[in-house]
């Protein structure tokens, strides 16, 4: 199986070099080759999962408490500024 890596490098927006690009031709070939043996596993009565541990996610209810104050809030900030924490700009 023959795979475009200049087309693959372009949608990525990758630069490669011409040895590199016959390299990964190579290996993605033959990943995908050995992906295609899945093929051939018979999975007709076979349940589909999503996991396979049966754990389920433990969240603890969200119960509304006390909240610090503004002094407390802002005790350990390096920067304040009128009560508030004062970060460098972001743009």
Same mark, same amino acid.
């Given at each position: 199986?023959?795979?475009?890596?200049?087309?693959?490098?372009?949608?990525?927006?990758?630069?490669?070099?011409?040895?590199?690009?016959?390299?990964?031709?190579?290996?993605?070939?033959?990943? $995908?080759?050995?992906?295609?043996?899945?093929?051939?596993?018979?999975?007709?009565?076979?349940?589909?999962? &999503?996991?396979?541990?049966? $754990?389920?996610?433990?969240?603890?209810?969200?119960?509304?408490?006390?909240?610090? &104050?503004?002094?407390?809030?802002?005790?350990?900030?390096?920067?304040?500024?009128?009560?508030?924490?004062?970060?460098?700009?972001?743009?």
């Amino acid at each position: 199986m023959l795979i475009n890596v200049p087309h693959i490098t372009k949608l990525a927006n990758l630069q490669l070099k011409p040895e590199e690009i016959a390299k990964f031709e190579k290996q993605l070939s033959e990943v $995908l080759e050995y992906v295609k043996k899945l093929d051939e596993v018979d999975v007709t009565d076979i349940e589909p999962t &999503s996991q396979v541990t049966g $754990l389920e996610n433990v969240l603890r209810k969200d119960i509304p408490g006390q909240s610090l &104050s503004q002094e407390e809030a802002i005790v350990n900030a390096k920067q304040t500024h009128n009560g508030l924490f004062k970060v460098k700009g972001i743009l």
